[in-house]
């Protein structure tokens, strides 16, 4: 009998846990949270370069397009998307990955 009710407790458990996962996921709320970890996690991963002293990450073929008129054209209209849409976290990894943070150009 007590399997029976331990049973029952698991399964109450795991219909709470869905119906949450399905609220945050309908709100929005469980989506800005993981892209605010993916921001958190890449800011700290770029952090750690700069406290070590290493060669931060570069793209060459994305450096040399961003030096391009066209190139600031492109990620200042990303950017501009991200920011009329509220996209922030996005844009938080944006930036510093195409080193754009001062550069984006406004039009």
Do not use: H, Y
Not at 6 to 28: F, I, M, P, W
Not at 36 to 59: D, G, I, M, S, W
Not at 88 to 104: G, H, I, R
């Amino acid at each position: 009998m007590a399997a029976t009710a331990a049973a029952v407790v698991a399964e109450e458990d795991t219909e709470l846990r869905d119906l949450l996962v399905q609220t945050l996921e309908n709100s929005g709320v469980l989506n800005r949270i993981k892209a605010e970890l993916r921001a958190a996690v890449f800011l700290a991963l770029e952090e750690q370069e700069k406290v070590e002293n290493k060669t931060p990450l570069v793209n060459e073929s994305l450096k040399k397009f961003l030096n391009t008129k066209d190139g600031r054209l492109v990620a200042s209209l990303v950017a501009e998307f991200l920011q009329f849409f509220n996209l922030d976290f996005t844009l938080a990894v944006f930036q510093p990955e195409t080193s754009t943070v001062s550069k984006v150009e406004r039009i």
